[in-house]
């Protein structure tokens, strides 16, 4: 019986025959592995009809880089996919045996070759990324791995739920991780922020920076972390970038193994990267139930009112149900909100999230009434002293209403006035002040206002900075 790859056993088990061309009958095939000789693949196998996706299989001990094209390792994408970068980014043909197992791919590939957690970026600056969404679905493989990775959640919360700690105001008292988290949540948006605008360069770079925080995310193992990379994988998603969602969760997938972590959350962020569901759409839903799993087992395990779990059910909400539909977002935050009377720990934030989803309804003003009363409601009790981030975030709905208004010199007022206080608080190169400045510029474009705009995206590429790619561009030249 002639030997089938690994791809077609997969898809045709006990099969041995597929549909040659125009699907005119089946077709036998044979397919062996590739002898390498000189560093180069030598095929041997006789292709089915609809076979040329066959690709000869690769040793993982040779860093994955042939001369035909430059490919993300295989354990970071998909098995029936590539991401293929353009010539000036490939190595130079070399012979195998130039190239050590388990080396660093800057220190034994050419020294412009980007970074493996770098490909993809550089891959949708220049316009070369094929899909990495897999379109054959494994029914049962698939939706097992998801069931595993839905259980482990569930377990995984409800033990560390128990060893959770608190302060008087509802923050927790163990802190590590949590900047990290924010500013990888405020990179990856700046980077699609930056996609939509075409601004390749400054995508991958802000991209890049989200990916040099995973390893310290996941080592910290903060309990919004697993949430956080859950919205970022749909945001991706909703915005038309589901091959970022594909690549990050394989990074995750290697970087946890990489930094050993063991337990129910090194196997979660294994999990992670197995599934290759057959569409953005099916992804999404996958993703949602998982981070479902999340908020329910909060809102059970520390109460529906604990400021943490109402803020994990409300980033839920405003991305499942944010972008679909807003008045089913509202009747869900409407519900949450807590009585009138005595403040509570989560009144503030899920006022700020009912005005945003009013601001997306085009309920403009209602939306900059409810922020003022925010800002002010913050002002005005103690419980609250701590809450610079949801002043910011009135000032940002506030600013947001004003432009849709059409009152531009309000709207650019109080978004500077959002900056200074990001930068008083944090400092001028925290994540979100190229955020803001990001939609800053963007207004002041659409306002004409060209050249005080390409003031301030000067000031944004200042602030992103370059990245490994740029600094072995340089180097390289």
Known sequence: MPQMCSDCRRKFKRKHTCFGPGHRGPTEWTYSRPERTGGKYIKKHTYCGTANRHQPERSRSNLNVNVGALQLPPQMLP???????PSQHMAPSRNSSDILANTSLTSTI????????????????KGTIRSTVSHSLSLPQDLLLHEKLLHNIKGYFEMSCRSMKFDSYGDLLAQDGANSISNFDSFCFTATVFKEKGLHVEFRRALSKACALVEQILRAEHPRTLACFLEVFIHFIQTGLPDVTSFLCRFIQVTSAQVSKEGPWGQICQLLGKPDLESPEQAEQALAQAWKVITDTFDSE????SRLAVSVRLDYIKRVFGTTNHLEEEQLLRRLAPPSG?????????????AHNLGRQGLHDEAKKMALEVYSLLGKHDIYARRVVEKIESLKIISRSQFNQGKTKAAEQTMRKAIKMIVDQWGIHHSWVSEFKNVLEGWLRDWGRVADADILRGEIEELVGKDEIDELEQYSS
Do not use: F
Not at 110 to 125: E, G, M, T
Not at 302 to 305: E, H, P, Q, R
Not at 342 to 354: E, I, K, W
């Open 110 to 125: 050419w020294p412009i070759q980007p970074p493996k957690h770098l490909r993809v970026a550089v891959a949708y600056q």
């Open 342 to 354: 005595a403040p509570q720990p989560s009144t503030p934030r899920v006022m700020l999230n009912l």
């Open 302 to 305: 520390l109460g529906t009112s």
């Open 79 to 85: 098995a029936d996919s590539t991401i293929t970068l």
